[in-house]
């Protein structure tokens, strides 16, 4: 959605930093005053172009607010939260525009550029007109998508989830900001037309009717925490979805959706999660509720993936040997570096030989305890794992996986032998891909 409130300044523009944040703060404080439940969530941040972002709702981006000449221009994207979060955030700009005095613009152009509200709602306020074209862009998008999937099977499309949401591993289909739906769910939506399509559009979108009710409580809930990471949180944003999910879901929680049934003790271990720290959290229930629990693709550099659960923390390291990414949790770490390669790959190191430079018997090194090779042309590999070093408990393993053109090199550390077996599945679950395809 794109929306202008305008206002002209003592000489025809306004200045954006003051008058952007008051109205951006604005925004925020009417969204928690008209949904309380939404409050922990619910922030202003500046954004690197000059603009202000006011975050409102997990399933969508923030809206942004930016200076135009003398105007100000919200714009939002509402397909995630759909026509309930359309019509509320519509009703927010109007409360702005009186408290402050402000023309509200149904319209405008920039050059080559028209802004509007392209559901025709901020001009008509029409509820049903509304949910008529969110219900024609989920048939849009499911028809696109289904089509796609004919010539190119076993992919996972995403709708409306944010950019650099990890893929989940072994499921066909669409991640939606609800949970994850079939490839003949989004066929059958494809298809349907009428009270059918108003009907699915319904349960795709966590909030379909006008007003704060217990279905929009419910839905910013079940958003939030299907995207949960299901570690104590290490940043606001994640303990903003935490706070959020635990605000409207309450202690016995009601809601059907594609990803499947909440249940009471998915919010529980929540609430048990926010009372932990990070040195001392356990892995979460395999089993509950919300797509992180489980693996998911990961994407530490282009061009290379790799597959480790979602409740993993992560953070980028850099020295003087170069930069790396660490996926960690409890007593596993995963640390990933990658490299261009020039040339022939044959004229090189092979990846065993790489290795044995970080592997061989040396004091104060581990004693090798197993090895493995990839041999998936055009992937080739070779990972060593080592016994803990003289007073040490931790183990290490070290891997390298290429192909033509790029290497990618892993070291990971764990204390527990048995997860002996989990290195040899993460190395080999490793994707690399030529840099032309980046």
Known sequence: MLAEVGRSGPEGSVQP????????????????????????????????????LVRLHPADEAVRVSARGARILLSARTNGGGPGYHAFLVSLMDDVAEQHGL?????????DDGFNDETGYFVSRDVDALKSEMATWLAAIARHMTEDADTDSG??????????????????GALTPMGAVSLQWLRDTA??????????????????????????????????????????????????????AL??????????GPGGALTRRDVEELAAIMATTPDSARPPAADGFGFMRRNVKRHPFPGCTLELPGYFYEHDDEDDDGYTKTYWFDDRAVSVGSSLVSGDADDGPTPRELVERYTF?????GKPSGSFAIDAPPLRGHCVLLEPADGESFRHAHAVVERPGRSVSLTITFADPAHASWVEAVVRAVNVHPPEEE
């Open 361 to 365: 018997p040396q004091p104060g090194r």
């Open 247 to 256: 605000a409207c879901l309450g202690p016995t929680p009601s809601s059907l």
């Open 191 to 244: 298809d349907a037309a009428g009270a059918d399509l108003l009907a699915r559009a319904a349960g795709f979108f966590p909030w379909w009717e006008p007003g704060v009710d217990e279905q929009a409580r419910v839905g910013v809930g079940r958003v939030a925490l299907w995207q949960f990471p299901w570690h104590p949180p290490r940043d606001e944003a994640q303990n903003a979805l935490a706070r959020v």
């Open 17 to 52: 930093e003051a008058v952007l944040t008051t109205v951006a703060e604005a925004l925020r404080a009417a969204a928690a005053r008209a949904f309380p439940e939404l409050g922990p969530y619910a922030a202003v941040m500046p954004d690197e172009d000059s603009e202000i």
């Open 103 to 111: 023309r509200r613009l149904p319209e405008f152009e920039e050059g």
């Open 155 to 172: 992919n996972l499309y995403m709708v409306s989830m944010a950019i650099g949401t990890p893929m989940p591993c072994g499921i066909e």
